[in-house]
């Protein structure tokens, strides 16, 4: 059984002898008994199986994608032949990756209170992506994304390796952080300041009907910059954790955003707190959970590592209306939430692309000679 942590008082032995001076009463004060803080009651946690929960889900869900692509790629061979290969239909989740055009379609819905009938699926997916993210923080990040997935895989292999991560010095840490509000500014700007007969006419252009075409091509066909970007990104997620997710990624800046007026929130118990602080010493995201009495910060992806990592009973739980949330609870919802949102659009018909196969088999053979429409 660990000690517990507390703040001691030295003891000053009292002399009879120095009469009753100010600093000899001090002293008998600090010596007697009632004036020690008392020592907190430690009561161990139960095995905790959050990790494993979530890593459940990080697999199943990664499982998902490694499917959608490839169905995604003999669907695409498929037209790329002229129909002389296996035939796949198109599979709409797929349309997971093109967050920019669930934005514009997010943009013409709510001018138009319709939803396009190219590329749904985007404004499906985000929906009930940012809906995870007001219930459950960033937890989409932490349990359902695959680059984050990979990239904790990457930190938590170079931590075998190595001993150890590293953490970016404050100075640089901070402005990095910044990079990612900057990125996904920058795609807001340009997504709002769209009509919605804009956002249509890209969406049916050839470019915005193949646009998940042309994002296959590019891992299909990498190129040598693109080869090194990568590389890079992969050795700096093996010596830093989540390099990409913290200081790069639009998408978790924008779920992070989201996340800020959520109701569920990791919070603390300094009554049956430790100050152990190993809370902070596990977060991916350096927070100091251990300073904190509810973790608010855009940064948090309910990952639940620092609630594995606390050896307190009642000292630090996920929490939404005074209610303990379990990481099966957070599984759940997160299931939830995707197959309603799902669920609705394919009965409501509003999960597939409406684009007649013709122009698939006119399009995808073509389809790096499209330029981005200006």
Known sequence: MEPARYS??????????SSGSRPARAAERASSPAARPARKEFVRRRG???QVVRRSVQAGFLLL????GARFYLFVRYYESGGGTVFASRPPGVEGYLPIAGLMNLKYFLGTGTIPVVHPAALVLLLA?????FAFRKAFCSWLCPVGTVSE???QGGREMFGRTWVMPRWLDLPLRGLKYLVLGLFLWAVLGMSAQAIQAFMESPYGIIADVKMLNFFRHL?????????ALAAWSVLVKNPWCRYLCPYGALLGLVSLPSPAAIRRSPEACIDCAKCAKACPSLLPVDQLIAVRSAECTGCLECVAACPAAGALDLSAAGRRLTARAVAWGLAAILTG?????IVTGHWHSQVPEHLYFDLVPRANSFAHPR
């Open 8 to 17: 001691s008082v030295p003891l000053t032995f009292y002399r009879p002898a």
């Open 153 to 155: 895989w990457l930190w």
């Open 223 to 231: 190129g040598q910059t693109g080869a090194v970007v990568l590389l």
């Open 129 to 133: 992506f940012l809906g995870m993210a």
């Open 341 to 345: 949102m799902v669920g609705a659009a």
């Open 48 to 50: 905790d199986r959050s």
């Open 65 to 68: 994608n490694l499917w959608i």
